[in-house]
């Protein structure tokens, strides 16, 4: 069993609180699916093969194979949110560049100087690796 579909199973079988309401990560298990993570537009998961996805609804109805920054966007948070999958991590290579959005950092602050955003630190487009291939 990859390391991957053991994850999918053991969230699958964790108990929930009483009175849980089912959210995306729950809907994305049931099609046996791990999440990654969602911005604003999309949710993103990798099937137990590892491969990494997306989909605009919770429902997994239409399902997006990822490629080139965004593939490795996917693959570089699910190292982080599960440590068990820190192989996935994907490895730089002679032929890649700085984030041209980050300069490296992986993240950006948001919200310096305006009142109406709370201050904090976004992860970048490049998934948090610094650099894009």
């Not at 990494?52 to 080139?68: E, F, I, N, V, Y």
């Amino acid at each position: 069993m990859t390391a991957v579909r053991s994850l999918i199973v053991e969230l699958q079988s964790a108990p929930r609180a009483p009175g849980h309401f089912p959210n995306w990560l729950d809907k994305t298990l049931h099609v046996n699916l791990l999440p990654v993570y969602s911005d604003w537009q999309l949710l993103y998961a990798l099937t137990p093969d590892g491969e990494p996805l997306s989909s605009d609804s919770d429902t997994w109805t239409t399902r997006t194979p990822l490629a080139g920054v965004e593939r490795n966007a996917v693959l570089a948070q699910a190292s982080t949110r599960y440590p068990s999958l820190a192989h996935l991590r994907p490895e730089r290579s002679a032929t890649s560049s700085l984030c041209p959005y980050c300069r490296g950092t992986g993240s950006f602050d948001v919200g310096q100087g305006d009142p109406t955003i709370s201050p904090g630190r976004v992860i970048c487009s490049c998934g948090g690796l610094g650099w894009v291939p």
